[in-house]
């Protein structure tokens, strides 16, 4: 399958996400509301949307140091992960969504299957707090638990899968510093149809909203 991945962290990319929403914000937009209608969370995420949008940028976050051991760490997470599967896994990009343009996701990784085909997506967090990380592989076992223990991961992740329209992910926790059999843990998370469902019903509302925002913005 021929896809039109872009670089992550490349120019491209950054330009490409700026006034999207993308999959790594999707838990922002899943988050409960007092009543109907989105979330104050919700409500930030979009509206820093709408700022991209307007000025052509991307917000920059602060990069702290369990952010910078994070990206560090996925690469040798990576590798252990394709030891343990015994499938190659492949750097992945960008993808936007071919019916929702305004929405895209950047998976850490691919997995291939014999023949070269994508069988399921990748993704890795690599927590600084070792206790977050034994928290995970204590508890995180299906798509159930990671929606129960990090619900922003399990919409991401749903997200993800609804942008590459694929059935699975594993999700992946990692810390090296461990030496026994609780330095991995792989957990598969699978497709959920009626929360996919929910989720693309908010971004295409999420989207409206943006886009209204923008409106009233201009018009001052």
């Known amino acids: 399958m021929n896809r039109n991945y872009i670089t992550p962290l490349s120019p491209e990319w950054y330009s490409a996400r700026s006034g999207k929403f993308t999959a790594s914000g999707f838990g922002n937009l899943m988050t409960a509301a007092k009543g109907e209608g989105f979330s104050n ?3 930030q995420y979009i509206y820093e949307k709408a700022r991209e949008k307007i000025s052509g940028g991307n917000v920059k976050s602060l990069i702290t140091k369990p952010m910078k051991w994070g990206t560090r760490m996925e690469a ?15 750097e992945c990009g960008l993808l936007i969504h071919p ?16 023949s070269g085909n994508e069988y399921a997506l990748v993704e890795v967090k690599c927590p600084y707090n070792q206790k977050v990380h034994l928290k995970y592989y204590n ?3 299906s798509g159930e638990t990671l929606k129960r223990i990090v619900p922003g991961y399990y919409w991401q992740i749903q997200g993800s899968l609804w942008v590459f329209d694929l059935e699975r992910c594993y999700f992946v926790s990692f810390d090296p510093r461990r030496l026994d059999e609780k ?12 929360d996919i469902a929910r989720l693309e019903k908010m971004v295409l509302t999420a989207i409206e909203t943006r886009d209204e925002r923008i409106k009233a913005i201009r018009k001052g």
């Open 41 to 43: 969370a919700a409500m």
């Open 76 to 90: 040798p997470a990576l590798t252990v992960l394709e030891r343990y599967l015994g499938m190659k896994i492949q």
């Open 99 to 114: 019916r929702v343009p305004e929405a895209g996701a950047t998976p850490d990784a691919l997995v291939l299957d014999d």
């Open 139 to 141: 508890t995180i076992k």
């Open 183 to 194: 330095r991995l843990l792989i957990a598969e998370i699978k497709r959920d149809e009626k």
